[in-house]
């Protein structure tokens, strides 16, 4: 009797991590089945169900943690969803247009996204207005300067307010995973305070999800990696078993470079990181690669074939690498220059722009 219980209770607790959607659409399109599905560069169906003849449907499916999704009708019509696990969610709306002011009911996070769109789209409106204006403008008469001056300005005063009101909401709702659906509208380092306040409150509430960790690693890396600081060591195992550390580098001008094998821009870059290699190395400029491989095969072959001849570590964990996420190293090529006591001087330096750095530095 104990067993059967306890297997219950398990059960029950699972079931009570579901989440429930259930809507009233008001069947102005003939529309007969609606989705939910990840909010991912690859969707994915959670879950789907039939719309009956009034416009009614149900759904439930289990939500672990915090989870963005599309509650979708076809590829542009859809509405999206910052769920959390157990809620039940009632959405009210017009099937032709889900996302145009729903009623959104059970979800706070949702509903304040919808408000945030909703108070968005007035400056998209008149961006856009301007822009189409400006187009006509060059279209018809490219002598008449003093228009598009004028509506440049005026471009920028509208996105200047939009930033603004972005601010301020974000700050007002720092806890808020809503905000991160229009956090790229907003510069990170003019607004590096705002983005601080919102990492803080949504990392330690959500560790786990990407889109949460992306906001926290561009943060730490302005917060940690930038010019200025003592860049963190580096210790991990090289291509011959041993260990290297970048504190043995320390009284040379060093690039800490992370690339991988199967990285593409990384290894267009190579050649021209070899060049500046083999022209300042004399003179004591190392480089320190990272690489974010997984397969050690595939590291040491391309290590040959591109002609690395420096300091090369790797724990072979791709993104999970815990140096890459030292360095907050969301995306590769990634490189921090640092001076000979091991500060950082500059971060992200490819082609010309550390061509032109080492030529300062070194003067030739």
């Known amino acids: 009797m104990l067993l059967i219980f306890s297997l219950s209770s398990m059960l029950l607790s699972a079931q009570n991590l579901n989440v ?13 089945t609606i989705y939910v599905e990840n909010f991912d560069r690859r969707p994915k169906t959670i879950d789907s169900c039939s719309i009956n003849a009034n416009g009614q449907f149900r759904m439930e499916f289990p939500v672990k943690t915090l989870t963005f999704a599309k509650l979708k009708l076809d590829a542009t019509n859809y509405l999206v969803l910052v769920i959390l696990p157990r809620e039940q969610i009632r959405i009210t709306g017009r099937a032709s247009a889900l996302a145009k002011d729903p009623v959104i009911e059970g979800s706070p996070h949702s509903s304040l ?26 279209l018809t008469d490219t002598t008449h300067q003093e228009d598009q001056s004028g509506l440049k300005e005026l471009y920028k005063q509208t996105d200047d307010s939009l930033k603004i009101f972005l601010q301020t909401f974000f700050e007002e709702h720092p806890s808020s995973p809503s905000c991160l659906f229009y956090s790229n509208r907003l510069p990170i380092d003019d607004f590096f ?4 306040r919102m990492d803080d409150s949504l990392y330690v509430r959500y560790p786990n999800n990407a889109y949460v960790r992306e906001l926290h690693y561009a943060v730490t890396a302005r917060r940690y990696i930038r010019p200025g600081l003592m860049a963190p060591d580096i210790v991990g195992p090289t291509p011959s078993g041993d260990t290297a550390s970048l504190d043995d580098l320390r009284g040379k001008i060093v690039l800490i470079d992370f690339w991988a094998a199967w990285c593409g821009p990384c290894r267009r870059e190579n050649p021209n990181v070899v060049a500046m290699y083999q022209k300042y190395h004399p003179s004591g400029f190392e480089i320190f690669g990272v690489s974010l491989d997984d397969k050690r095969e595939n590291w040491l072959k391309a290590i040959e074939s591109d002609s690395l001849t420096w300091t090369h570590v790797s724990d072979l964990k791709k993104w999970e690498s815990p140096i890459a996420m030292t360095y907050a190293v969301r995306s590769i090529p990634f490189s921090v220059l640092i ?9 992200e330096l490819r082609g010309s722009a550390l061509r032109s750095k080492l030529e300062e530095i070194f003067g030739f």
């Open 113 to 138: 996204l919808q408000t945030l769109s909703q108070q968005v789209r007035p400056y998209d409106h008149r961006l856009d207005s301007i822009r189409r204006q400006s187009n006509l403008v060059k």
């Open 339 to 347: 001076d000979r006591d091991g500060r950082i001087i500059a971060r």
């Open 20 to 32: 429930i959607v259930t809507g009233d659409l008001q069947m102005d399109s003939l529309y007969r």
């Open 193 to 196: 305070s705002t983005f601080t």
